[in-house]
């Protein structure tokens, strides 16, 4: 039996689905403690997956996916790079089925998401990955006490249903709120949450039904519906059908996309605002609020400061920093014009130079940042752009302070996949990450890969990155260092020449087999007139991909055989006299 198994494992490691431009970050600590990409890919397949299956079963359409952590096993980051079926089966490896359990009542969902991050300081595999919503967790232990306690059906004792959740949000395609579940603690009243998740988590763990499922998710004998396909096919089939196999940075970020955030509710205060020209000031909260107030309403402001800071999405032209503190306003039923916020600058914590001080604006922690400008008036910073709604706002500046890491080596390499980088630091201090930048002119940088940073510590660390976007010619790289509350510096530049093919080179398209889009890559050592067709089992051409003539260099091709039947082809690739032919695998 050991010669099947070992030939299975090598076609698992050989089959390759597709490609990450970034790092999967599937260790033990963070996949059971933070929102990760890796368990963002896993939470989306399950929602992908059910979505694309509950109609058969007369089921409703899931609105969110639930991924507990513990059920992420790989324990390590998949470095950027080709993604095999090997690495979904040690991603997800147990016999989880996907699972539709509808219409789940709102104040028990509540329930399910007080379990889930109940116990982050104890790193349990509870912590739960999600998919189509967005949920804001108060850190402070004393203000919002955790879920705890529970009997075996997954009740709180003594009625202690805990208090971490303050926000829970579904979100439309766009990434915009679109149903609020839960506000500032409370449940939202409205219709019950059909949840994607695994049969393990929604199974009584007792002969008891109404018993809690795994991991003591309290489902308590809801009615649930398994679909057939494990886990770990759901998380093929999105990075083979849903990604096209290919795992972007922008869909996937290192550092992750912003739907968990954790926060330490340092005050919260609700005013009334005076009708007319008024200024209001939030106890405690070093926020004060003056327009011209048509209709008036409470205001509520929370002063939060992020435990484990979510991503900072595309800046305002000009910014660099972001706050690590920032302000949650709600009010629902006011009505104001010329808004303007104003915040004491001795309150401001980090602040070097004023002048180049910003009041920031956004709808929620998956938009961008807007600016509103800043002014320094009598020892506060205030906006200088009206506003007329209210949201999240935040403090930020260009760069001015020291970079928090030692590093002790940066280099770059030419290497078959593209470019290697390579550094080390000799110890770090509130490193989140480091952004690798790219230029072809030395003046113009963009980002082309994100690396997590080690925190704090006094130990040495060795990071690389493969940018396999480079294609032949001259490049610079340099390294952007973000700490945990958005101070960022610049490493130096280094230089590298990505030489020009030397050889003809025809690769296997990926993934393969495929359905129904797939890559195909070649190399060109000098300029050719290039054909690449696609022909069916009888010879008969089906495509013609490439018919141009080519300079020296890396192409990649994409191709999409969504009106083609399922079964074998060869695609040919023909450049001046040289010839090669490969086969590929349609499955639909």
């Known amino acids: 039996m050991v010669t099947p198994v070992t030939n299975f494992q090598a076609q698992l490691a050989s089959t390759v689905l597709g490609v990450s431009q970034v790092n999967l970050e599937g260790r033990r600590n963070p996949i059971r403690t933070r929102e990760t990409n890796q368990g963002n890919l896993l939470a989306d397949a399950l929602l992908a997956e059910a979505r694309r299956l509950a109609p058969n079963f007369g089921l409703p359409t899931p609105a969110v996916g639930i991924q507990n952590g513990g059920g992420i096993r790989n324990d390590n980051v998949i470095p950027a790079g080709n993604i095999t079926a090997q690495n979904t089966f040690e991603i997800a490896p147990f016999l989880n089925f996907v699972t539709v359990v509808p219409n789940v009542p709102r104040a028990q969902f509540k329930e399910i998401l007080e379990n889930a991050y109940s116990r982050i300081a104890n790193v349990d595999g509870r912590f739960a990955q999600i998919a189509g919503m967005r949920v804001v967790l108060g850190m402070d232990a004393t203000l919002y006490p955790p879920r705890i306690q529970v009997d075996t059906t997954g009740l709180a004792v003594g009625g202690r249903e805990g208090e971490r959740v303050r926000e829970a949000v579904i979100l439309s395609q766009t990434g915009a709120d679109s149903i609020v579940i839960i506000r500032d603690g409370q ?10 998740t695994i049969d393990f988590l929604v199974r009584p763990t007792t002969s008891n039904p109404n018993s ?6 309290p489902y308590r004998g809801l009615p649930f519906t398994t679909l057939g396909i494990t886990y770990q096919a759901a998380l093929q089939n999105h990075i083979v059908n849903n ?9 996937y970020p290192e550092a992750g996309s912003g739907r968990i955030v954790q926060a330490q509710v340092v ?9 007319g020209n008024s200024t209001t000031t939030f106890t405690g909260t070093n926020f004060t609020f003056t327009a011209n107030v048509t209709t008036t309403a409470p205001v509520n402001v929370t002063y939060l400061q992020e435990v484990v800071p979510t991503p900072v999405l595309p800046l305002p032209t000009g910014i660099a920093v972001v706050s690590r503190y920032f302000w949650k306003v709600s009010a629902p039923g006011i009505v104001f014009t010329n808004g303007k916020v104003s915040f004491p600058l001795s309150a401001l914590a980090g602040v070097q130079n004023p002048a180049a001080l910003r009041v920031l604006k956004r709808d929620n922690a998956t938009q961008p940042w807007q600016d509103l400008g800043g002014t320094i008036v009598g020892g506060n910073l205030e906006s200088v752009a009206p506003f007329n709604s209210f949201s999240e706002f935040a403090i930020g500046s260009d760069i001015s302070n020291s970079l928090p890491v030692e590093l002790t080596a940066f280099s770059a390499k030419s290497v078959n996949e593209g470019v290697k980088l390579e550094w080390q630091t000799a110890s770090e201090l509130n490193n989140d990450r480091f952004e690798i930048e790219r230029s072809q002119d030395r003046n113009m940088f963009a980002v082309v890969g994100t690396v997590r940073g080690a925190g704090t510590t006094t130990e040495a660390q060795s990071y690389s990155f493969i940018d396999n976007t480079a294609q032949s010619g001259k490049f610079y790289y ?4 973000v700490d945990f509350d958005g101070t960022v510096n610049y490493s130096n530049i280094v230089e590298v020449v990505k030489e020009k093919p030397t050889t003809f080179e025809l690769a296997q398209n990926y993934p393969n087999p495929f359905n129904p889009a797939t890559t195909i890559n070649y190399q060109l050592p000098t300029n050719a007139l290039v054909t690449l067709k696609v022909y069916d089992v009888v010879g008969r051409e089906v495509a013609t991909l490439v018919n141009a003539r080519q300079e020296a260099g890396r192409y990649t091709v994409n191709f ?14 023909q450049a001046g006299s040289f010839v090669e032919t490969k086969k590929m ?3 639909k």
């Open 187 to 196: 449940v939202v009243s409205g219709p019950g949450i059909t949840v994607a």
């Open 212 to 217: 809690a499922g795994g991991d003591g998710y």
């Open 243 to 251: 990604l096209a196999g290919n795992i972007t940075a922008a869909r």
């Open 267 to 275: 005050t919260s205060n609700t005013q009334t605002p005076a009708t």
């Open 478 to 481: 340099r390294l952007k260092q």
């Open 560 to 573: 999409n055989a969504s009106t083609l039947a399922s079964g074998v082809y060869f695609y040919r690739l």
């Open 585 to 587: 695998m349609l499955v």
